[in-house]
């Protein structure tokens, strides 16, 4: 079952602030956010584990609440580079290994 | 630097054939995973693989079965294309560890006409 991602779509202006959101309905493991550029790949930024711990990205952050199984992704002070399909992918407690579930995706778009 | 390297990056394929779609990878990962991504529904899993001759069925396996017989490489296969079956594919690897960051390759844009 996908998470789900809010705002389908955001469009800021160079310097703006952002929050990206993804929920679950299952217990989760961890939280991990990608980026993908137009025509490229999806690249990692950050992975959220149960318990608090976080790893990534040093200009983005996150949080994870594991009681409401959603995560937030905060984009600070955007940069035109910041834009992009961001995908919050899920890996449910007690699920199966590497099993990795993403969302439907944020468009976001930085102008100048 | 980490490379996964998708054979095809463009394919046009008629109803019926069938299709592989090669992935390699060369980080020695034990992780390897095919998605599709369409506009508007994200990246779904169709297979992953854990280990060498190891495969698990994703969230969407229907129409499609995979093969991995070394550990660099893993083969998505179309058996019988179908026009619903035009898609980008992504193969992407990770290493052991439960929370691997995943590495993705370019993409294969398959066609079926």
């Known amino acids: 079952q996908q998470p789900v991602q809010s705002p389908q779509a955001v469009i800021l202006r160079e310097g703006e602030d952002a929050v990206i959101n993804c929920s679950s309905s299952k217990a989760l493991y961890s939280v991990h956010w990608y980026r993908q550029k137009h025509g490229e790949a999806p690249v990692f930024l950050m992975i959220?584990?149960?318990?608090?711990e976080q790893k990534g990205h040093e200009k983005i952050s996150a949080s994870f609440n594991e009681k409401k199984q959603q995560s937030s992704l905060y984009l600070t002070a955007s940069q035109l580079s910041y834009s992009g399909t961001y995908f919050c992918?899920?890996?449910?407690?007690?699920?199966?290994?590497?099993?990795?579930?993403f969302g439907k995706g944020t468009l976001l778009t930085v102008n100048p | 630097d980490v490379k996964v390297t998708q054979s095809s990056r463009y394919l046009v394929k008629r109803t019926g054939e069938k299709v592989f779609l090669e992935c390699v990878q060369d980080?020695?990962?034990?992780?390897m995973f095919w998605y599709r991504q369409d506009p508007g529904l994200g990246l779904r899993l169709i297979y992953f693989s854990y280990d060498v001759k190891m495969k698990e069925k994703g969230d969407i396996p229907e129409g499609y079965s995979v093969s991995r017989e070394k550990k660099e490489r893993f083969s998505l296969i179309l058996e019988s294309a179908s026009t619903n079956q035009t898609s980008m594919y992504l193969c992407?690897?990770?290493?052991?560890?439960?929370?691997?960051?995943?590495?993705f390759g370019e993409g294969s844009r398959l066609t079926v006409l």
């Open positions: 980080m020695d990962h034990e992780n």
């Open positions: 992407a690897s990770s290493s052991g560890s439960y929370t691997g960051e995943l590495f």
């Open positions: 959220l584990l149960k318990g608090g």
């Open positions: 992918g899920t890996e449910r407690s007690g699920g199966s290994n590497y099993k990795l579930t």
